[in-house]
C-alpha cells in the first residue's frame, strides 16, 4: 500500500527558509524510474510543481523559484525534502508531495494529503 | 515560462457532455495528463498520456490530442463530477507545469 504524508511548520515568519519533509511508504526512491515531485496550491487557486527528485538522484526545479529551492532525498528514511529559501505570504498554500513512476504510466498517482503552510508574520 | 491554458469555467447539464480543451506548444511532442480535484482533497488523475484511462476512472472521461490542444471529455456528465481540472504536461527542459484549472458546474 503505497502511501504519502508531508509534514513541516504549519507557520513561518517572511524571509525564513521552510523545510518540508514528505515520508512515504510502500515504495522505494532507489527503485529505476521512481520519482517523487513536490506540489503546491495557494488557497482557491492552481496546482503548482515546484520540484522533483528521480531515483537516480537526478532533480528538477520550477524554473522560476530554482534559485529558492533545494530537493534532496533519503532512501534510508524513505523521505524526500524539500526546503524554500527567503519564504514571503505568497508561498502561503498546501504543500503537497506525490509519486511518480515510470512502470505506472508517469502520472502523479500517489498523493499525500498536503500540508498548509502559512507565510505570516 | 511554458503555460498550459485553459478555460476558467465549464458549465454543463446533467447527462450532457463536458469538453475541456488544454493548449500549450510543446503538447504536440509532450504527454499531457488530467487531474481532478474536489474541494479539501489531493488531486486524482482520469487521464494519462493524453488519452489512457486508469483503472477505476470511469469510462465516460476520455482524452484526446491534436496538434498543440489537447482535451479532456466526460460524457453522460454526472453531478459527482463537478470539480476543478487541471491539465499537466513537460515543457522542452523537462520541468513539469499545470494548466490554471477549469472549473466544472454541473448545472
Known amino acids: 500500500q503505497v502511501t504519502l504524508k508531508e509534514s513541516g511548520p504549519a507557520l513561518v515568519k517572511p524571509t525564513q527558509t521552510l523545510t518540508l519533509t514528505c515520508t512515504f511508504s510502500?515504495?522505494?526512491?532507489?527503485?529505476?524510474?521512481?520519482?517523487v515531485s513536490w506540489i503546491r496550491q495557494p488557497p482557491g487557486k492552481a496546482l503548482e510543481w515546484l520540484a522533483r527528485i528521480d531515483w537516480d538522484d537526478d532533480k528538477f526545479y520550477n524554473t522560476s523559484l530554482k534559485t529558492r529551492l533545494t530537493i534532496s532525498k533519503d532512501t534510508s528514511k524513505n523521505q524526500v525534502v524539500l526546503t524554500m529559501t527567503n519564504v514571503d505570504p505568497v508561498d502561503t498554500a498546501t504543500y503537497f508531495c506525490?509519486?511518480?513512476?515510470?512502470?505506472?504510466?508517469?502520472?502523479?498517482?500517489?498523493w499525500g494529503q498536503g500540508t498548509l503552510v502559512t507565510v505570516s508574520s | 515560462s511554458y503555460e498550459l491554458t485553459q478555460p476558467p469555467s465549464v458549465s454543463v447539464s446533467p447527462g450532457q457532455t463536458a469538453r475541456i480543451t488544454c493548449s500549450g506548444d510543446a503538447l504536440p511532442k509532450q504527454y499531457a495528463f488530467w487531474y481532478q480535484q474536489k474541494p479539501g482533497q489531493a488531486p486524482v488523475v482520469v487521464i494519462y498520456?493524453?488519452?489512457e484511462r486508469p483503472s477505476g476512472i470511469p469510462e465516460r472521461f476520455s482524452g484526446s490530442s491534436s496538434g498543440t490542444t489537447v482535451t479532456l471529455t466526460i460524457s453522460g456528465v454526472q453531478a459527482e463530477d463537478e470539480a476543478d481540472y487541471y491539465c499537466q504536461s513537460t515543457d522542452s527542459i523537462g520541468t513539469y507545469v499545470f494548466g490554471a484549472g477549469t472549473k466544472v458546474t454541473v448545472l
Open positions: 506525490a509519486r511518480e513512476y515510470d512502470s505506472s504510466g508517469n502520472l502523479f498517482d500517489f
Open positions: 498520456k493524453d488519452s
Open positions: 510502500g515504495f522505494s526512491l532507489s527503485t529505476s524510474g521512481m520519482r
